[in-house]
């Protein structure tokens, strides 16, 4: 009696055991061919970037050719297309952006019927969760067929993962109805790899236009005029300046304006190519003193703050003004917040003229399991249409500069002139001009420089992290 | 209880004790009320500075909404956390009784082995488990997170169940050798019975710590239709800015399973700790 | 143990109760198995997976093994950031144990002097195990928020305020100073207490102290009642029982809960993300959050590694005395 149970129990651990050391088995060979997936993937990309400079059209085919697993992706993408799948990764989660994602995906499945989109999303950590999630599905192997990146510098921490784009561009005629300047600025060593599809202002001072008005203020257009509101609000017991820091990029964000107004944009331009001696301008060191400045006018509690809750100090007419890109205007929105009544705008100080852009992108996996249809995704992502569905809700303005501008509200439709009118500067804090490992750097060096003012240690630590900005 | 007839009974340290006791409850308890305050108000009324004042009204719009985000998220939770808890604790008690009573030469240093796992940092081991996941197949898969999860459990459900055990009499497994009982007889009949106490108590740490747990199910499920719980609350938030309403509402409705467990079950925690599960 | 009893039994039943024996063995052996094996792959494979790549030079997306020594830990230990890291994880862990630990047996000799209710009281300390660190972190980090104070206080000032207690608001989560600070010539961060940390110690010992009282809670119920009724009668004061009994009964139970409570501390990281993230400045980061931004926002994979190994380092430090202890209360067994 004992006996048979011992055996039967035996037998179901043996089992047990087996498959446990079969799935333990398993990974070392699913590492070889990770490896090999991984390293020929590198090989690939480093044919394509030989190859880029003679023809766009040569490299894409050295790709193609290069790496098997892509065109094997390719073929069973487009076999199955009409009634495949499609795997769109971002970190827009909810409220404007979430809305403005699935308007896009309406467009989309009206121009392919049968394609089932998977939407996913990862939120938290301000975007710091999606990159972890992204960062190890590339290097598990398991790309997303197209997944949101900052347009710009930041797509070259991505390059050896993305098809290039600049012949399908060229196929969808966006390189004809975005500007010039930001064709430029969204090339990595020559290649175009993602589709933007909309642009935020980074440069933007939102203010309480009660407070100044009780205050005989006028948004200051100079640093100078900053100083001088700065003051008159001080004397009133209001905080003239909201920052925040909960989230990481605030510090960062201010202090890219006050670069920018102290540089000027081509000199501002320049300090992200890599070169040490853009950094070596004395004026590097006076935007620094600026900065220290201004944090003396700001709140005291900021790095226990969002961007949010500074925005709000703003609309409660506890703090007369603030510096955040322009999805502040839609914060202010959803609280209920009246345009020129309850919060006004501007260009941040000093920086007139010059539009500081910013911008969400998607680009096309390498080996994508559903190229075909993640091509599809990039038309309609880059169209008249997509960008016409997708900006309104989500708060911004689109990458093209055909839209109907009858469908964007007040604060969009001087955004879009601003756009098409000033010079172009990118964001460091957002991707724009900036990689993924100089950002990190960037903004938590300045939000040390936030709480303990060392300039000395922000220079050391900045100098320490150009090198970063070409890896 | 004799002791209490011994000694006089005394009337002032008694009310010094209820007082000392509610103070800390207080403690206890300020951050629920003030995430039950804050979920009833309206994004309007949510406002750092006035975070004391109760709601207006009573608006039951942020648990629809976060009911309406995170609702199938829950039974992937519960997909998850069931199978997950029972596995750790089978695991765990054959480990625990392995090392405790059927001492071979290292297992010691086995045990000693086993238990560093504990202290792991995740963080670090996030790309080599996603590419160990793939190669089995279960990448993105609920199947998959358990697996992970029962795989870092079994550090503390072995340190539980094998702490346990060492106080089971050593004679009590003998005799049961002696009766001729083998490996499983003595587990069944001897050793099984007397850890009851030790189930409940890894049952509910493991139970809570999977619901809790937001990294892993972060990283190994891809696909929003098998996400846990903890992910659903942290995609109530945008990126951008997030309606502290909907979200406290929403960490609310996640906590409540796990506030259940130990209201209801943490008598039987603490009657478990006492068993000796935890005594070192 | 066993060959004592092999002895009484007669040579026939010698063989087969050794070989009853081997196979009852690898029985045991085999039960351990899949635990070994998965122990084995996903912790020591992974750690010697950490170990290689701290030695590479992967940054950025694509893998890259090229050898490169102990650079990423030269570089890691030169930065300001990782320097005050340590700093901050060896002031959290500390607080975070001896906070617990003072806590938790404050309660359970509170809940148990058996009083009227104490299953409630018990249930309310108990019950923040329950909840998420993210969720804590979020509350707390709300009530730490200290707002324009005095004249403008939001969360545990607000409420200071209204009770009329304005001298004790504090900046809380958003406090830069560090306590007492001194700098050693070759630390490139203060040393000190961050006071920034305190709070967050505050959210974590409002997590973890329920479960350090039941600790103690079962703890306590296991001492024999006679042992402190014979101290008693000999003429000892409830204090010296305490002192004399109790606490050095309690021994194992501290040193258990300190296991747990030290590898919940040193892998922090949930609660510091969504309680400060950080900030200020670095006054609250902590090596946890330290490799996951290094790891995924900087994509600097192999200093993300180095750091990940200084912190196994760091655990093993803390680990490896309680297992000797362990081995040695075991042969006194």
Known sequence: MFGTRRWTLLAALLTLVSVILASCGAPADTGTTGNTGTTGSPAASTAAATNASPSAAASTAATTSASPSAAAGTTAG?????????????????????????????????????????????????????????????????????????????????????????????????????????????????????????????????????????????????????????????????????????????????????????????????????????????????????????????????????????????????????????????????????????????????????????????????????????????????????????????????????????????????????????????????????????????????????????????????????????? | MSTTALRPVRRRPRIWLYAIMIVFAGFYLLPIFLLLITSFKSFEEVSLSRMWDLPRGLHFQSFTRAWEAMGSSFINSLQLVIPATIISCILGSLNGYVLAKWKFRGSDLIFTAILFGMFIPYQSVLIPLVRVLSGMGLYGSINGLILVHVVYGIPITTLIFRNYYASVPTELVEAGKIDGADFFGIYRHIMFPLSIPGFVVVAIWQFTSIWNEFLFGLIITSAPEKRPVTVALQNLSGSQFTQWNVQMAGALLVALPTLLVYIFLGRYFLRGLLAGSLKG | MSHANIREFAPSDVARRRRWLTRDRLIALLMLMPSVVAIAVFVYGFIAWTGYISLTAWSGIAPDYTFVGLENYRTIFRSVRFQTDIRNTVVFTLFFLLSNLILGLVLALLVDARVKGEAIFRS????????????????????????????????????????????????????????????????????????????????????????????????????????????????????????????????????????????????????????????????????????????????????????????????????VPYIVYNARTEVER
């Open chain 1, 78 to 471: 487009s076999a199955a297309a009409g009634a495949g799948k499609l795997e769109i990764f971002s970190w827009w989660t909810n409220g404007g952006e979430a809305d403005g994602l699935n308007a896009m995906f309406e467009v989309y499945k009206q121009q392919n019927p049968g394609v089932d989109i998977v939407n996913a999303t990862v939120a938290g950590g301000a975007g710091t969760n999606a990159k972890a999630v992204l960062q190890t599905r590339l290097a598990g192997g398991q790309p997303p067929d197209s997944w949101q990146v900052h347009a710009g510098r930041e797509t070259l921490s991505y390059v050896d993962n993305l098809e290039p784009l600049t012949q399908f561009f060229k196929e969808q005629g966006f390189d004809k109805v975005m500007p010039q300047l930001l064709l430029d600025q969204l090339q990595i060593n020559g290649e175009i790899y993602t589709v933007p599809v909309n642009i935020h202002r980074s440069n933007m001072l939102w203010y309480n236009p009660k407070v100044f008005q009780d205050n005989n203020l006028q948004p200051p257009k100079t640093m100078e005029e900053f100083f001088t509101a700065a003051d008159a609000l001080k004397a009133k017991n209001i905080t003239p300046l909201a920052v925040g820091g909960k989230d990481g990029f605030e510090a960062a964000h201010l202090f890219e304006s006050v670069l920018l107004a102290t540089l000027g944009p081509e000199d501002y331009t320049k300090l992200w190519t890599g070169d040490a001696t853009a950094w070596a301008d004395p004026r590097v060191a006076q935007a620094i003193e600026t900065m220290s400045r201004m944090l003396s006018y700001a709140n005291e509690d900021r790095s226990a703050i969002g961007w949010s809750d500074a925005a709000q100090r703003v609309l409660d007419g506890k703090a007369g003004m603030t510096i955040m890109g322009d999805w502040a205007e839609g914060y202010f929105l959803s609280k209920g917040a009246k345009v020129n009544t309850d919060f006004g705008y501007a260009a941040a100080p000093g920086t007139d003229g010059v539009f500081m852009w910013l911008s969400d992108s998607f680009g096309l996996a390498k080996g994508a399991p559903h190229a075909e249809a993640a091509r599809a995704w990039l038309a309609v992502a880059g169209s008249k249409e997509g960008q016409d569905a997708f900006n309104p809700k989500k708060g911004s303005i689109p990458a093209r500069t055909d839209a109907d501008k009858s469908l964007y509200d007040e604060y969009l439709q001087w955004s879009m002139e601003q756009f098409a009118s000033n010079t172009l500067a990118p964001s460091a804090t957002h991707g724009a001009a900036t990689t993924n490992a100089f950002q990190q750097t960037w903004s938590n060096s300045l939000e040390v420089f936030s709480s303990n003012l060392d300039v000395e240690e922000l220079i050391a630590t900045l100098e320490d992290a150009i090198g970063d900005l070409s890896q």
């Open chain 3, 124 to 319: 309310i300390y108990l019950f923040p195990m329950a909840v998420s660190f993210i969720v804590t972190g979020v509350a707390w980090s709300w009530i730490f928020t200290p707002g324009n104070f005095p004249s403008d206080p939001t969360g545990i000032n607000l409420l200071l305020d209204r009770l009329g207690l304005d001298a004790l608001q504090s900046a809380w989560i958003t406090d830069k100073r560090v306590l007492p600070e001194f700098r050693p010539s070759w630390a490139r961060t203060k040393l000190g207490v961050p006071m920034a940390m305190l709070p967050v110690v505050v959210a974590a010992t409002w997590q973890m102290s329920g479960f350090t009282m039941a600790m103690y809670l079962a703890g306590l119920r296991g001492i024999p009642e006679d042992l402190r009724e014979a101290a008693r009668v000999d003429g000892a004061s409830e204090w010296q029982v305490f002192r004399r009994i109790t606490l050095p009964m309690l021994q194992p139970v501290t040193l258990s809960a300190v296991i747990i409570l030290g590898h919940i501390s040193l892998k922090i990281f949930d609660l510091i993300m969504t309680m400060t993230g950080g900030g200020p400045g670095n006054a609250t980061d902590v090596p946890g959050v330290f490799v996951y931004d290094i790891t995924f926002n900087a994509n600097k994979i192999a200093q993300g590694a180095a750091a990940a190994i200084v912190m196994l380092v760091m655990v093993a430090v803390l680990i």
